[in-house]
């Protein structure tokens, strides 16, 4: 469970960074941001329902 906590810290902060990089118009960064978003988001969510329902 220790994971999928870790993983979804990492989630906020990367939508957070995807704001950041929005406002200063770096799409690159956008883009890399937002991905890693979705990836770990996936990962942190499937971690908990495998945790619950596994």
Avoid: P, Q
């Avoid at 118009?25 to 890399?32: I, M």
């Amino acid at each position: 469970m220790f994971t999928a906590i870790l993983l979804l810290i990492v989630t906020i902060l990367c939508i957070f960074a995807v704001f950041r990089e929005l406002k200063t118009k770096n799409f690159f960064a956008v883009a890399f941001a937002g991905l890693s978003a979705l990836v770990f988001g996936w990962f942190s969510i499937m971690t908990i329902y495998a945790n619950l329902f596994g």
